[in-house]
């Protein structure tokens, strides 16, 4: 009797490490949950709005202009952003007049509010550079974004969200 319960007790041990391993395989690989921080993306998400994020496609850099990345900014140990993709790499971004042009054609945004403008500093014009994606928040007039910090790395990226998960009442793909 002493022995099946010692064995019980090993079959649980093992299956409740074999659960942990593949948890964190998960969480570390494959998927993840975060927790939006401040209104630089309203009005497609809100503070403290939680987001699902996949990270297959930071493997693959299959990045597509209107994702929604979660990226490290890259300035010494600021918490993580959350932006919008505008361009890829190779393409040619202006901002300039209120607008984002891509290759010479305006750039349709119809997540942003009615009557938003883009601007910076001065007038933006570059060419992408290879393995970098240009991001802007949806809430252009508060948003520390690529007008301020550049172009993202790839490496830099650290998911891309796929499903606003809280509030419950606002269950949308992204």
Do not use: C
């Not at 927790?35 to 009005?43: A, D, E, F, K, T």
């Not at 500093?121 to 007039?141: A, T």
């Not at 969200?161 to 949308?172: G, N, Q, R, S």
């Amino acid at each position: 009797m002493k022995e099946k319960i010692i064995a019980e007790i090993k079959e649980w041990i093992a299956s409740i490490i074999i659960a942990a391993i593949i948890a964190f395989t998960i969480k570390a690989f494959i998927f993840d949950i975060v927790q939006v921080s401040g209104p630089s993306m309203l009005p497609t998400l809100h503070n403290n709005d939680r987001v699902a994020i996949e990270k297959i496609s930071l493997y693959t850099k299959n990045f597509k202009r209107g994702e929604i990345i979660i990226l490290d900014p890259g300035n010494n140990g600021r918490s993580l952003y959350i932006k919008r993709i505008i361009a890829l790499p190779g393409e040619r971004l202006q901002i300039k007049d209120g607008y984002v042009f891509i290759n010479g054609k305006k750039l349709k945004e119809d997540y942003l509010l009615p009557g938003t403008k883009t601007y910076a500093d001065e007038d933006i014009d570059i060419i992408i550079p290879k393995d970098h994606v240009f991001v802007l928040g949806d809430n252009r007039e508060i948003s520390e974004d690529s007008r301020y910090i550049g172009p993202i790395p790839f490496d830099h990226i650290k998911g891309h969200a796929i499903l606003k998960l809280f509030p419950f009442t606002d269950i949308k793909k992204l």
